[in-house]
């Protein structure tokens, strides 16, 4: 059939899927997947999903779901398997299907599974096929989908209301937790999330299990919902009555594939957490192909001009602020808005620099720092040449008036990623790399919704003649994913370039999630502004509430400043995320530019010993961190378990000695427990001891923090 051979042809030249073909019925390898006439089981040995075929006109759907050791099902009869909106009626797998063929499928990452066609044989579904991959990976109860939609009528359709995985759980929302925003938080009904719920565990309290919620949709096009029956889960994208909406309209013949999603299934667990610290981390760093593992040199201590200069900065500030950075151990200096004449055509500000950047680039790598700089992704001013030239490249409302996506300001104006613009930023940037050697960009401002706005008219992009989308529910989606498409691409030519994604590009307000991870580097997560103690606080609760779920390495979190006379106890909490300070470090005097400089020397040979910045575990027994309390985190590689660093840190808390105890070691290995810097032994135990009885911490000030190594004893 045609339309089969379409989805064949969209699915073997994609750089995610290849596949190797597979005899029907019967079928035995050792690719986790296996099936008979009537039944497709995926089996890793750590997590089994069982899949009834549809035959010449059936159902297709999950019917067993389980852990291995565990043959209790997770699952009760009735799960639509994946369910979409075609032309305003309704699709799902327990629609009637012609089943086509089954495929082996694999991923360059370790996943291994296999890819079903399927083709509509009823009216609501008649015009269209579907293939299904399902991918596991090794040793991980971790089962990955996704979908291809094909168009095989004659006619445009329309599809919304996607759910990748949408599954009916044998237990209802009674006695269950939703744990949503990035797994953190106890939510109690029916729930449906947002862009902050790339991530959600569903809990059985009875039973104690449950499942881990992945929803790797970019930014705002997510939705992850739970219990809106009382028993359903799904994920996938935002329905056409969001804020921000997802519709792709397909033409005929034309394919579109859809974001992953992934569940991590776990039992025997009272604590929902620790299928985040275990195996949603393990699968996320291992599997899932995030940028950051990419990167050969991780920075480790990074400065930035914004605050308190803003936009003034210029050739000689420059130079005196790196000076005194470098004294300060920093290796990656960026400098800020407010270098270029205008935003949209970029060129130098010849008054402030008038020998351009390259002379300043060169005093910063003379000192030892690589270079960055920051751009505005979208935006520029009407008095740009880009903007007069290529007025047809802007965002439109539903009037046909040019508008501005991240805020009220009239000078400048949002340009849209589905068109030419692509290309002129393209080149920019990637112009400013090669000229400058530049190391790191830092891309902002909005491109699609803005973190600052809240009347949803002013989002997206209703532009009717734009290539790539034909309306505004349209262009969200499209608009997110030639983003990460120009990551990719900057990636291509410079690998070691480290792009910083900020949570305005995102959408909202401290946002991250795996599409961001998958394609930048980090992500410039906030901009704290208050002082030490209280914002090295929100720092550390901010690191907390997203990782271990995300990597916390991705984590760019501003504006903690070096002048700050708590500047140690920021960048100690800071060295829980990718450290990044602001302020001015011509304030600090020698002896403290050396104690920051020795941190940063600490934490680059711990980096290079244990490559610490991939990991992050929650240390046993404590929360989020709180006014009043104690609170840390662990930075141990569970992939080698030789060591790695903690931080542990005292928040007015009355009292002045805590026991911290640590997991994700080898419980049978001796480890050595040192302060930084100095090294002094402090204990010497095994993994075990470090678990159930923990290490003595005793701070003396009301607020202060420490960090540790823990070394495994050879």
């Known amino acids: 059939m045609t339309s089969i051979k379409s989805i064949l042809l969209f699915i073997v030249f994609s750089p995610m899927f290849f596949f190797m073909a597979q005899p029907l019925p019967g079928a035995e390898n050792d690719h986790y997947a296996s099936w008979e006439e009537n039944l497709l089981v995926l089996d890793n040995g750590v997590v089994k999903r069982e899949i009834v075929l549809p035959g010449t006109g059936g159902q297709f759907a999950t019917r067993m779901l389980v852990t291995d050791g565990d043959e209790i099902n997770m699952l009760q009869d009735g799960s639509l398997e994946f369910y979409f909106e075609l032309d305003g009626g309704f699709v799902s797998g327990l629609d009637r299907w012609f089943l086509n063929d089954i495929q082996l499928a694999d991923d360059s990452l370790g996943g291994h599974g296999a890819t079903v066609l399927l083709t509509g044989i009823d009216k609501n579904n008649g015009e269209i096929s579907v293939a299904v991959t399902y991918l596991l990976y090794p040793a991980l109860p971790v089962v990955r989908k996704q979908l291809i939609i094909v168009n095989n009528g004659d006619r445009d359709i329309k599809v919304e209301s996607v759910d990748v995985e949408h599954l009916r759980l044998d237990w209802s929302d009674t006695h269950s937790w939703v744990m949503a925003n990035y797994g953190r938080q106890k939510r109690l009904g029916p729930f449906t999330g947002g862009n902050h719920d790339a991530l959600v565990i569903v809990h059985d309290i009875r039973d104690r299990r449950g499942l881990a919620l992945g929803n790797e949709a970019p930014a705002v096009t997510k939705r992850t919902a739970a219990f809106l029956d ?50 949603v981390n393990d699968f996320v760093r291992r599997h899932m192909g995030i940028q950051l593992a990419a990167q050969k040199v991780k920075p480790v201590f990074v400065y930035n001009t914004w605050n308190p200069f803003r936009k003034n900065v210029n050739d000689k500030l420059v130079r005196e602020l790196a000076e005194a950075a470098a004294a300060c151990g920093v290796e990656e200096f960026i400098i800020d808005d407010g270098w270029q004449i205008n935003r949209g055509d970029w060129e130098i500000d010849r008054q402030k620099f008038p020998d351009g950047l390259k002379p300043v680039f060169d005093h910063i790598r003379s000192l030892g720092m690589k270079p960055g700089l920051w751009l505005s992704l979208t935006g520029a001013e009407i008095n740009s040449k880009v903007y007069a030239d290529h007025p047809e490249w802007f965002v439109r409302d539903d ?111 401290q946002t991250v999630d795996y599409a961001l991870v998958q394609h930048a580097d980090g992500d410039w997560l906030a901009n704290v502004e208050e002082p030490v103690p209280y914002g090295s606080l929100r720092v550390r609760n901010l690191a907390w509430w997203r990782s271990p779920g995300v990597p916390a390495g991705t984590l760019v979190i501003g504006n903690l400043t070096l002048d700050d006379p708590g500047r140690l106890i920021a960048f100690k909490s800071l060295a829980g995320t990718l450290p990044i300070m602001l302020g001015d470090p011509r304030e600090v005097q020698e002896e403290e530019r050396k104690q920051l400089r020795d941190i940063a020397d600490w ?63 080898d419980q049978d290995a001796l480890y050595s427990v040192r302060t930084a810097l100095e090294g002094s032994e402090l204990v010497r135990m095994r993994g075990i001891d470090l678990a159930e009885t923990g290490i003595p911490v005793r701070l003396e000030n009301e607020y202060d923090g420490v960090l540790l190594e823990i070394r495994r004893v050879e």
């Open 603 to 665: 934490l680059r040979e711990m980096q290079e010993s244990y490559g610490y910045m991939l990991f992050r575990q929650d240390i046993v027994g404590w929360g989020e961190p709180v006014e009043g309390g104690w609170d840390g985190w662990a930075r141990l590689n569970t992939d080698t378990f030789k060591g790695g660093i903690i931080g542990v840190f005292r928040q007015g808390s009355s009292e002045a000695r805590r026991l911290v105890r640590i997991s994700g070691i």
């Open 399 to 509: 009037d046909g008036n040019i508008i501005n996506l991240h805020g009220a300001g009239s000078r400048e104006k949002t340009a849209c990623f589905a068109t030419g613009w692509y290309g002129h930023i393209r080149d920019i940037i990637l112009g400013l790399v090669r000229e400058h050697g530049l190391a790191y960009v830092k891309l902002d401002i909005t491109i699609a919704a803005s973190s600052y706005l809240y009347d949803k008219s002013i989002s997206g992009c209703c532009a009717t003649d734009h290539p790539l989308h034909h309306d505004r529910p349209e262009s969200f989606l499209v608009i997110y994913r030639r983003c990460m498409e120009l990551f990719d691409e900057l990636h291509r030519e410079a690998p070691q370039l480290f792009i910083d994604c900020t949570f305005e590009t995102w959408g909202k307000l």
């Open 230 to 279: 009382g028993h359903s889960i799904s994920v996938g994208l935002a329905r056409p009555d969001a804020a921000c909406p997802f519709r792709k309209w397909l033409n005929p013949g034309e394919s579109w594939k859809s974001p992953r999603s992934f569940i991590a299934v776990y039992t025997n667990s009272t604590d929902p957490w620790n299928v985040l610290n275990g195996p």
